[in-house]
């Protein structure tokens, strides 16, 4: 469009620069502090974790390479009137979305949010605008001030930003389990923790980071039944394909035990394995099987490892005191004589709470975190 008035000129020239800073901005900010934690899981799926994942160069580079194309698209409907110049860049935006959106699931291949129908519904879209622009053309006589074009761009481009927002994958879940296995990778134990004591329901490898985390703190025994954690003790250790989607999680716990554990072995018969060789690393591999012996319901097994008989332990944890006073009202012939009163009390009202009532969340309000509560539910 040519214009005769020298200032619509200067502003027809400055239209397009304003669209483009606008995207540059947005993509920039919505890759680097939002998204970055699905690049960081898609690059590593990628690359088989070959890779290691630099968060503003990727954020830079997909910025710069989106930027391009929408500079090309603005070029090619250069002829478009200055208040839907901003047209231009939504397949800088329906892209952006694209590629923040997709998704690698534990099984298949990559998938979309939406379908593909759903974006060809948006390039069909574009196409519209495009036409609905190009019918609706400027006066070459317009003398307009710069803030009369710029405004109509502004509110397209924050539709379009909108619109990017809604096609993109913001998996809550995924982004917490990124973040502990970096902290992981630190050895941050603490932000794990932090991170699981705000989650519902944990996945298996948030718990097998839990585990981990705790284990290093000596704490295992101590405080794993305060978090949330599916049945079994498969949960202990992430998959083969968690390493995949994840990484650094079955090197950490190589790390913490002295040995790797394979998918085709199961928990408890690796931990059996590994608890006389003597690379193992102890007690932390102990701990881990008497936990393994918990989440499966073993208490005969669990007893046995222990090996309490009738010595008095010098520290007993809490999720093995309230096993022990568990097996002891199972076994009425054996009974734990340095088990605390204050145990066997609370654990008489466990089971008095039990009975009475018919309300779930009343007895998870009170025993949620002991095993008691986990071994009958």
Known sequence: MQYSNPRTKKTAQRIPILCGLLFV?????????????KLAQTQHFLSGGLTVYRRIFTAVSSTAVLTFLG?????????LPMRWRAVSWMPSFILLGLFTDRHFPFLGDAETSISWWGYLALAIGFLGLVSIGFSLPDSSKENEGFSSYAWPNVFMQVAFMVLTIGLSNTNDSLQRIVRNNQAMAQGNGEEILKCAALDDQASRHETAMVAWALSGQGMLGERFFEFNHPDGSEALFPTLLDSVLIGNIPDACGRLLGYIKGDKIRTVEFLEIIQPLPATKQPMARDYLLMAYLLDRRLDDFVQLLGVGDSVPTYLPRAYAEALTLYEARHPDVTFDYLSPAMRQSFAAFEEQKRSTKEPYALYS??????WYYFFR
């Open 25 to 37: 901005g947005f993509c920039f900010c919505f890759l680097y502090e939002f998204q970055w934690v």
């Open 71 to 79: 500079i090309i698209v603005d070029r090619l409907l250069r002829e």
């Open 366 to 371: 009170l025993f949620g975190t002991s095993y």
